[in-house]
Every structure is written in C-alpha cells, then in structure tokens.
C-alpha cells in the first residue's frame, strides 16, 4: 500500500529550530522577576537527619525562600509517570524534600534567590546536622540479614511478583537439558543532551501555578505535581517546550515539584536547572538487575520450561520500580514459546539514587540475559542459533503472552534473513573470519520484541483536535510530547495523509500545553505513532468527513462519491467537479453554515501490537589489550508500516549507539563502602562518541498490522534492545568466551583471555 | 564560582609582573580548559586569574633554523595544521590528533597542557621524548629546563612563582629517525589516556641496526617517564619482536601505576607494555624505510 505523505522522507517539523538554535528550551526561559532554585543535597549515601539550621540561609540578602522537609506538604508521592491502571504499582514513599537521606544527591533542602551565586551561598550557609547509617549499595547486601532499613519494607524489598504458567518442575522434569545461568546489568544513565530536571514554576494571583518543564508526559506530571502540592490536578498547567532528549529520564515528574514549592513559597517564578552532575546524581536512571536464568530444552531445541528469578536494584524510593517489575516478567514471558514458566521478581530498595524509565523499560536487560543463554544452548545442542529463535519465537496469529492477545503481524523472519546476509552469517562465524595478528574477529545476533503501547498494563488515552482554517491550511491539537524523536513530525503526516491535505498545511502544536489539548499520557512504551497516531488519524478523519459532507452539499453529488487529494476535493470518477479543501473551508467559516470544521477524538487504541528485530554485530577483539571494537552492526526491525524512514532510521541508529555503549563501556559506579558515585561526569561516565560508532546498516522491514495508523506500529525504544546480546554473543563467537555480565570491559576480557589459556 | 580578579596583561614583563606581586595567588590562564572546571569545581582556590592570551611573546609556532619553537599559546589544533609537526614530528602531530574533541583542541594550548602538568597528559609524553627545552620567564629573568626536569608530581611543575612557560624548543630529529605516539582508553575520541606512549628510533644509515631510542610513557607515574633502562637495550640491536617484548619488560618494570576509577595499575602496567611494543614495531618499520630507501 503506498500513501501521499505517510512513508515519506519529510523534513521535520522543529528541523529548522533546531539546527539553527533558535529553539526555545526551558532553559532559556527568563520571565519577569524570575528567581533561580538550587537544591541541597545530602553527602551521605544513608542518613539520618538530626536538625537543619536555616537561619543564616535566610538572612543572607536575595534570598527570597529556603525550605526543608517541614516546610513542604505532607504527603507521599509517587514520581513515576503513570496513569491509575491495573499495571500501576505505585508505592508513595517520598516528600518533595526528604527527612531522611537515602542516597548522596537526595534533596534535603531547597532555596530560592536572586541570582544563582546567592543561591549557591546560601545553600552553604544551611547547616545539616546528620547521624549516618550504613549505606546498603547492592541487591545483596540490602537483602542481608540484619541490614539496615532504607524505608520501613522488610529485608529493603518493596515488592515480590511472582507469575506462573503451566508448571515448570514438570517442564524440567521433560527437559533432555537444563541450562542454569546468572547474568548481571549496570545501571546506566541517559545523559541526554539537556541535562535532566529543568523547570520553571510561576504561581498566579489567581492561585494557579504554570510551570515551564522539560518532560515527556505534560498531562501525567500535571496530575502528580498536583497530588504532591495537595493541589487539584486543574490548579496546575504544564507547558513544554522543545526538550533536548529524554529516553525516560523525564518519564515522570523530576523537579517539578520542588520548583513549584519554591514559587508558591516566595511568590515569584522561580527557575531550577540542574548540572549536569545533579542529573547524574539526583534523577532516575536504567535498573542493575541480578538474573537467573533457568531453562529445559528438548534435543530437537524446544523448550519446556523456563524460569526467571530477578533481583531488581530499585534505588532510594520505589518511583518506577515495582511497576516496572511487570514488563520485566512481561518480556521474558513474551520472547519463546514454552508451556510452562516461571517468573519470580524482587523489587529491592537500595542506597543509590532511584532507578525508572531508561529506552527499553526492562527489556534490555531480560534480552541480554535470555539472548546470551540461547545462544549457548544452540551452541550445546548443535544448532544454528537462526535456527533455534525461528522453531521458537511466537508469530503473527499466534498468542502474545505479554497482552494475552492475538499477534496481528510479525516480519522477524524476514529480519532474520535479510539481516544474516548483511551481516555475512555464513561465511564469518565459527572462525571462518580471518584473523589479523593479535586481534580475533565475531559475529553474534540477538533478537527481541517489543511493544507499541502500554496496554493492557496502563490505560492509554490519547487525544486530537483537527480545524480546518479557511484558507484550507489545518491544525493539529495534540499534547505533543515529541522529546527529539521526531513524533510530533510523524503525527502531522498521519493527519495530512487522512485529511489529503500538503504536509505543509498542516500545522501541529509544537508546545504542548495542558490548558489547551486533551488529556495524553504522553512518550514512552515507543506509542506515539500507535496510539498517538490512531487518535490523531481519528480526529483528521472526523474533520474529513464534514469536509466531504459540505463539499457534497456544494456540488451537488453524493458524498460517497467524493475524495480530497492535496487540498482539493474531486468527484472520484473523473475530475469533472471539484472544489479546493480553502474554499469548502471558507463557505463553512463564513457562508450560511456559519462554523468550523472540527474533527475530535480522544481514546484508547485497540491493540498493542508487537514489533521485532533481529540485530547482528562483528566484532574484533584484541587479545593483547582486551578492547572489543564493533566493526559492524545490522540491525534489521519490523516497525510496521514506517510513516517516515528516515525518522525511523535515526532512532534506530542513535539506540544503536546507547545500546553499544550497554555492551562495552557504560556503568554508573558507587563506592560499595560510602556510597558515592565515582563517575557522576560525562570524563569518567563513557559514553561512546561519534568517532566510536562502528559501520552501521539499518533494514526496515514493513509488516503492517490492522489496528495501527496506516499500519504503522513503533521504534522509539527498539534499537538498543538486542544490541548488547548481539555483540556478547559475537565476543563469544570469537573467543570463545562468555560474559555474562556488562559491560564487557577490556580489563574483564584480558582476564577472560589469560584464564582460557590456562 | 568563586570570586576573583582578572589581570589582561600585554607583555612578558607585565605578566611576570603581576605573577610575582600576587605570590601564587593567581593563576595565568591560557585556553582555560583545565583551569575553569577547577576554578568552577572548587578545586583550586586563588583570588586572580591573569589571562596569557595577549602576550606576544608567548605565541608563534616555526622552524628556527634547526629547531620548531613552540610558543606556549599554540593552540592543539594549530599543531595539527602545521606542516613542520607532521613532518618531522609524527608523534606530536599524533599525540595533537588524540587530545580531547575539535572543540577542545581549538582552545587548549601547549603550555597549559605542559603546566597542568597531569601525569596523562598527551603532550607531555612526546615532548619528553623529542628532549624537548622548556624556556621559562620570571621575575629572575629568563631560563631553560630540559623536559624531564620540569615536571616534579601530579599538577606540580619546577616552575616557580612569577615564572611562566614561554615556550618549547625540540630539535628536527637525526637522519632515518621515526617517531611514534600510542595513546589507550575506553573510547577513540574524548578520553584521558590509560596510559600514553611515545618512542623515536635511530638508525644507522643503511642499515637496520638501531642507533639510538627514546622511550617515554605517560599515566603511569607520578610525571610522565622516561624510560632509559628499556632504550639501553635496544641500542645496537636490529629490533625486531624480541628487542620489543625485552624493551616493554624494562618498561613494565619501570612504571609504578596507580588503581583509580578508570583502571587498575596492573592493568596500566600490562598496557604500558603493549603500547611500547607497538610504538616500537610501528616506529622500526617507518625507520627503516627512511634508513634503507630513502
Ligand atoms: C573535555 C576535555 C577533554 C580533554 N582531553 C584531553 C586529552 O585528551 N589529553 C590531554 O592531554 N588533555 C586533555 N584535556 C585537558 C586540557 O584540555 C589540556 O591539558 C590543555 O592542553 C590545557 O591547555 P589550556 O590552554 O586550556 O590550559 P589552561 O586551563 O589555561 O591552563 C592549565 C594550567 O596551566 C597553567 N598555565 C597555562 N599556561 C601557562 C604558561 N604559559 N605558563 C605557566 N602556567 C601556565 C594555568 O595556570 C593552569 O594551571 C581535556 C580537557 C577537557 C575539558
């Protein structure tokens, strides 16, 4: 099926903004009287607080609020950005300002001044006075016996979701072979471009406060800033400018909250941007999670039982993390076929800052582990590793576990084939590669799936306002909540394509604004383009039907007999009668009618269907320093139809380099002893730069499916998913090694190296 | 950031000056690109900073006669576009090359990289092994320290106070010489080295015997080293991977690194290794081109 402006390579909507810095970011805000918020943070890991004294804090002239936990309303909250859902767990265990410090970075007080050095000098003019406790920095040691309560839940674990199907000591008992391994992941960080937490909060005369924010979600930070002020939901409107990259960083409030306090407390608006190395230190990053990983196969390659024990280390506060247990057993579940399974889930407090949202909710991490084991077990069972994913991934028609609901499309097969032949499959692995000198050459793949959507987990509403204005331009109403990944883009193309209007006339909201579009629960489970675009395609539908409906009155023809086509209604026979989409538009606003033609649509999409990839990588590795260079990665995803390629490339390659990183270089460390971060910096945190990007070939295969917007599912988050199995099982191809924990440093690998000579 | 007072002197004289009447408690600055993150961090404290940048005689990069003086305000990336370092100077044109990003190289100069004075800087390591002259200015006049005299510990230099860098002096290396410069870390491009390595071979002309070498590493010590025990066996030799692997032996045996956030010290050490070897292998093989073919 091929459309005007769906599956074009349009340029974006906030292109020329952006590469000619003239976007407006919150950031750059400055508003009448603004003040500047600065938070202070506690030193220690785990501490009690015995008493803070602000009063020189506040004497110092320019100060205009300083506030402590008793100064803020008390009333637990919950950060995490999620609508009320039966896949909600929301845990409210934190104040805006904390009485008890739980990780080094969380907020103990806060102030608002003049200028940022009054800010900053009287943040050192308050004094802590704090009795610390010993820090609990893993799942381990907060798991321990007699270690010391981070809140009040018992052995530090928040939560424990176990999900059975079937019964798998009798799957062990059928099983040829059982595999038993344990697998680990780092916390990584986001880092995206406009460090995370930057808000600017302006109270009213009338007792509403507006704040300016970076986020991904402006309808569901609205609610919980609300609930954490003890406001209601209307009192609070959420605007948000352009944001310089979010991959779950903003899924939730941040700083929004103390901001707001910090403007209805002094009366004036106040802006609070953190450092970079508060965003590292003081907002949620991707969960370390513990994995073992038990699983019976048959000689033939199926499987009869598989079984998941994770220990997931949530950080100081629950936010995101016993929600997010879910999807974890959710992508385990979903990924093989197997009549019985086991999912058991700890969901564990520890000292570290709290973890939620990263690219992938949980999936990168399930399909390293799940990846790296089947590739052993194809290894042990002599076959090819295409082989065993094909005999046992679920396919379309088939049952998704993760939904319980029928799977409308699936092109992994096709990624599969055309991925293996990109990357030389047959010809390079097993050391078939030629080795040069010192170095060894690989080559791996990992396969994953992922979602559309949120549902059945969370409720998914989503709504569109389409008016056509009468010179037969339109605008699109949407709580747009793109982040740089190009949604707000692709929905203009779906409403133009429905609408048969030039992408150029059709004008979508570039600031979200919660006074002004319906309720969203904003970008995150990569659902913009699905539910997003299903709303957005209903309201442009909507307004197309009363176009039609008046153009038919004009020219007198049966409106089934009508069409519009780049802003131009016409007869379908022929082009006999027509009539341009301006002057239709025209005679509504100001003929005997007398009204606009709007088009309104706010629900919850019908499905969430699953998409796939296959990703590949070559690998090299020197045995002589440990270094893993990628030299080249295949990454070949069923998207759905792709609205608009080019979009769709770029998030694949740009999750690529996030997912490498995964592999290789990335880990945010703590002390084990004090509890302090030891990379909070972009020197020491590695994230891989464009010079370290190997050779990269993205193939998009369209397997369309019914309930999506011109059949297009999603890509926001797939990219990085398989990356890190694709390239641990191409060290492994080429060492023989298996690591089982990330990243795969070259300090691990020299180890590995000389131990295997032994 | 702190307060403090800013100096824009526009000679030698002037700044040496102003150094001296504020007894060390003022910085000069150059590109900024070390001092401002410590300045904004805290990390160091003074009440002035005296900005370099206008001082005539601390700029200009060329050839006299046969020498390249460096004037201590080059800019990283002016090394990189001269013709003379990528002639005659391959490893200071590649140790140009690996330091920081673009934007970085378009600011950071040699004599801050030099009076930093980080056991890692690129710079430094290849400048030790050209036998670079380090010319001084102070308010004793003026004076000239071979490299490995200059720098005394992490961030400490034998400069004096009131006294400034000026410039580096390195002469055109003997016939059928060849240099090269090894740097390792987790990533191609904005990295702080794990360890540097920067090596010159000599050899006889006409021959493949090795007439003369100079090794020299960097984050594995306290300052950047040379090491002379690993040269000593060389000399004589006709290289090869033997002469390499007993050279990096010397060279592991040598360096005395530290464990921090971004390796341990044996790794540092199993690397300081390797990256002799290889300098080496790469620097004999260009050699001797120049030596056989020339
Ligand atoms: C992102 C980033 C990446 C980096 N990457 C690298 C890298 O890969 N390799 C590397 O080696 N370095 C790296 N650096 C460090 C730094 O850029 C270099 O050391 C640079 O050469 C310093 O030069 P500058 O002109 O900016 O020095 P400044 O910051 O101006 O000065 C540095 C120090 O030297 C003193 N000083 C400067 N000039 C003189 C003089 N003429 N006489 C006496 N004292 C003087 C200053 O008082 C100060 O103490 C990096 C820095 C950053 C921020």
């Not at chain 1, 938070?39 to 015995?50: E, G, T, Y």
């Not at chain 2, 990295?191 to 100079?214: C, F, P």
Request: contains cysteine; negative net charge; aromatic residues 6%.
């Amino acid at each position: 099926m091929s459309y005007a402006i769906v599956g074009q390579r349009v340029r974006r909507v906030d292109a020329r903004e952006k590469v000619s810095g003239r976007a407006v970011y919150t950031g750059d805000l400055n508003l009448p009287h603004m003040l500047v918020g600065k938070v202070l943070r506690s030193p220690h890991a785990h501490a009690r607080i015995l008493s803070i004294d602000t009063s020189k804090a506040r004497s110092l002239p320019g100060v205009k609020a300083v506030l402590t936990w008793e100064d803020t309303p008390k009333i637990l909250w919950n950060s995490a950005g999620f609508p009320p859902s039966p896949g909600a767990v929301l845990m409210e265990d934190q104040y805006i300002l904390t009485d008890k410090a739980r990780y080094v970075g969380d907020a103990v007080a806060a102030v608002a001044a003049v200028d940022e050095d009054t800010a900053e000098r009287a943040l050192e003019l308050i004094e802590v006075e704090y009795e610390a406790l010993t820090p609990a920095m893993d799942v381990e040691a907060a798991m321990a016996e007699g270690a010391p309560l981070i809140h009040s839940a018992e052995k530090n674990v928040a939560a424990h979701m176990p999900v059975v199907i079937g019964d798998v000591e009798e799957g062990f008992r059928q099983a040829d072979f059982v595999f038993e391994d344990r697998y680990y992941v780092p916390k990584v960080y986001q880092v995206t471009m406009e460090p995370c937490g930057v808000a600017v909060a302006a109270p009213d005369i009338d007792g509403r406060i507006t704040i300016w924010t970076s986020t991904q979600m402006p309808h569901l930070v609205r609610g919980i800033t609300a609930h954490a002020l003890g406001l209601k939901t209307g009192k609070v409107r959420i605007i948000k400018p352009p944001v310089g990259g979010a991959f779950g960083s903003r899924l939730g409030v941040v700083n929004e909250p103390v901001a707001a306090l910090l403007a209805l407390k002094s009366g004036y608006p106040v802006m609070l941007k953190y450092t970079r190395e508060e965003s590292f230190l003081g907002t949620e990053s991707r969960h370390p999670i513990t994995m073992v990983l038990k699983t019976g196969v048959k000689k033939d390659g199926s499987f009869t039982a598989r079984q998941m024990t994770a220990y997931i280390d949530g950080g100081a506060y629950a936010t995101h993390t016993p929600s997010f247990a879910g999807p974890v057993a959710g992508w385990f579940l979903a990924m093989y076929k197997c009549a019985n399974i086991k999912v058991d889930n700890y969901s564990v407090y520890t000292n570290s800052t709290q973890c939620g949202a990263f690219r992938g909710y949980g999936n990168p991490q399930v399909v390293f582990a799940v990846e790296s084991q089947v590739d052993d077990i194809a290894m042990a069972l002599g076959l090819d590793p295409l082989e065993i994913r094909r005999k046992n991934h679920p396919c379309e028609g088939e049952v998704w576990t993760w939904s319980g609901w029928e799977i409308e499309s699936c092109g992994l097969e096709e990624a599969i084939e055309r991925g293996a032949k990109a990357i030389g499959w047959d010809t390079k692995r097993n050391g078939q590669a030629v080795p040069s000198g010192t170095k060894k050459r690989g080559v791996g793949m990992g396969y994953m799936m992922h979602v559309s959507g949120a549902r059945p987990m969370l409720h998914e509403t989503s709504a569109a306002v389409v008016k056509i204005n009468e010179d037969g331009s339109a605008n699109l109403i949407f709580s747009n909540s793109d982040v740089g990944q190009g949604s707000g883009t692709a929905l203009t193309q779906v409403a133009a394509e429905e609408l048969g209007l030039a992408y150029e006339d059709v004008m979508i909201t570039k600031t979200a604004d919660t006074d002004v579009a319906g309720f969203d629960i904003g970008s995150h489970a990569s659902r913009q383009a699905y539910s997003g675009g299903n709303a957005v395609r209903k309201a442009a539908a909507a307004a197309r039907e009363k176009l039609l409906t008046m153009a038919a009155e004009i020219l007198q023809v049966p409106v089934e007999n009508l069409t519009v086509e780049n802003g131009v209604v016409l007869t379908r026979e022929g082009e006999e009668k027509s009539i341009s989409v301006a002057e239709v538009s025209h005679k509504a606003h100001f003929g005997s009618h007398g009204h606009q033609i709007i088009g309104v649509a706010s629900e919850e999409p019908e499905g969430n269907p699953p998409v796939y990839a296959a990703q590949f990588a070559e690998v090299e590795v020197d045995t002589e320093t440990g270094v893993v260079e990628v030299l080249k990665v295949v990454a070949a995803h069923d998207v759905g139809t792709a609205i608009n390629p080019t979009l769709v490339e770029g998030q694949i390659q740009g999750a690529l380099q996030q997912g490498i990183g995964y592999a290789l270089t990335e880990e945010y460390r703590y002390d084990p002893a004090s509890g302090r971060p030891l990379n909070a910096n972009l020197a020491d945190y590695k994230i891989l730069t464009a010079m370290d990007m190997p050779e990269v070939e993205t193939i998009l295969v369209e397997a369309s499916c019914r309930t999506g917007p011109f059949g297009a599912k999603s890509v926001g988050e797939s990219g990085l998913v398989g990356t890190a199995a694709a390239i641990a099982n191409a060290v492994f191809d080429a060492t023989g090694i298996r690591f089982r924990e990330l990243p795969i440093t070259p300090e691990k690998v020299l180890a590995a190296l000389r131990a295997q000579e032994k | 950031m702190q307060d403090f007072d800013y100096w824009e002197p526009d000679s030698l004289a002037e700044a040496v000056t102003i150094l001296s009447a504020l007894k060390g408690q003022a910085f000069p600055l150059a590109g900024g690109t070390d001092l401002l993150p410590k300045l904004q961090k805290g990390q160091v404290s003074g009440s002035g900073v005296v900005n370099l940048k206008h001082v005539p005689e601390l700029a200009g990069l060329g050839m006299e006669r046969t020498s390249l003086r460096i004037g201590a305000l080059t800019t990283v990336s002016s090394l990189l576009a001269n013709k003379e370092v990528s002639t005659y100077f391959p490893a200071l044109a590649g140790a140009a090359r690996a330091l920081g990003t673009p934007q970085i190289r378009n600011l950071a100069t040699v004599g801050g990289n030099l009076c930093n004075a980080s056991p890692a800087a690129d710079l430094a390591v290849v400048l030790l092994a050209y036998e670079g002259r380090f010319k001084l200015a102070g308010p004793g006049g003026a004076r000239t320290l071979a490299a490995q005299d200059f720098f005394i510990g992490p961030g400490q230099t034998a400069l004096t106070q009131g006294e400034i860098l000026t410039a580096v002096e390195i002469d055109i290396p003997p016939l059928h010489s060849r240099s090269a410069f090894l740097k390792h870390g987790l990533r191609k491009s904005h990295e702080i080295a794990l360890v540097n390595a920067a090596v010159q071979l000599t050899l006889e002309s006409g021959t493949d015997k090795i007439a003369a070498t100079r090794i020299a590493l960097g984050a594995v010590a306290p300052t950047p080293l040379r090491v002379r025990t690993a040269e000593a066996v060389l000399v004589g030799t006709r290289g090869g991977s033997a002469a390499w692997d007993e050279a990096a032996e010397k060279v592991m045996a040598a360096v005395a690194p530290i464990d921090d956030i971004r390796s341990t010290g044996a790794y540092r050490r199993h690397i300081a290794g390797v990256l002799t070897r290889r300098a080496l292998h790469e620097a004999w093989g260009e050699a001797y081109e120049t030596a056989n073919h020339a």
